[in-house]
Structure formats: C-alpha cells, structure tokens
Nanobody, 123 residues
Framework: QVQLVESGGGLVQAGGSLRLSCTAS????????MGWFRQAPGKEREFVAT????????YYADSLKGRFTISRNNAKSTVYLQMGSLKPEDTAIYYC????????????????WGQGTQVTVSS
C-alpha cells in the first residue's frame, strides 16, 4: 500500500509559479504511474497530468498543456508538478495519485490518493 503526502501549496499571485511535491512511502514507488488532479470549490475533481513509472511518458489535460509540467525522481520517491503562468481559476486543492496503470490515471479513478494541498492564486 503506497501512501502519498503532498506539499508545496500556498498563496501566489496571478502570473506566478509554484512547484508541488508528492512523496510516497513504500518500496514500490517506481512501479506506479503517478498523477495530479485538482478540485476547485464547487466543482468536480479533474485530471491534471500523469507520468509513467520511469518518467518516459507524460500526458496532460488539454487545457493545461504548456503551463504545467509533471516530473518524477524515483530515487526520492517523489513526483512534482511545476505550475507556471498561474491564473485565479487554477485555485484548487491539488491531489497526488498513484496507480499501476497510466491509462487508469488519465481516464478513470486511480487507486491511491494523497490528502491534497491547497493552491490559491490571487488576482
């Protein structure tokens, strides 16, 4: 069972950048595809990005391509989400997720979730 802990959220001005981190516990981090989701107030949780077990493949929500970058460091059991050109509509709780299947991450519901970290973008 993998446990996920997000960090790096906070308050940032529009146009700014922020990097989220998600550290996993357990010996099998490199077995998992990892991903990020977000949930804005009053909205459903939405997919943001996913990365394959070795970092060789990535996939993004169309609306976020070019502004967000997902990466991972298997030696540190950590996945990152670099966010740039932030907008007030990016305000949300950001969740880290893990699943053995990258397609499940992007098109279904992954098996493992973190508790989330709040990102607030002020105008």
């Amino acid at each position: 069972q993998v446990q996920l802990v997000e960090s790096g959220g906070g308050l940032v001005q529009a146009g700014g950048s922020l990097r989220l981190s998600c550290t996993a516990s357990g010996p099998t981090f490199s077995s998992y595809a990892m991903g990020w989701f977000r949930q804005a107030p009053g909205k459903e949780r939405e997919f943001v990005a996913t990365i394959s077990w070795n970092g060789g493949n990535t996939y993004y929500a169309d609306s976020l391509k070019g502004r967000f970058t997902i990466s991972r460091n298997n030696a540190k059991s950590t996945v990152y989400l670099q966010m740039g050109s932030l907008k007030p509509e990016d305000t949300a709780i950001y969740y880290c997720a893990a699943d053995t299947d990258m397609a499940t991450m992007a098109f279904s519901s992954p098996n493992h979730w973190g508790q989330g970290t709040q990102v607030t973008v002020s105008s």
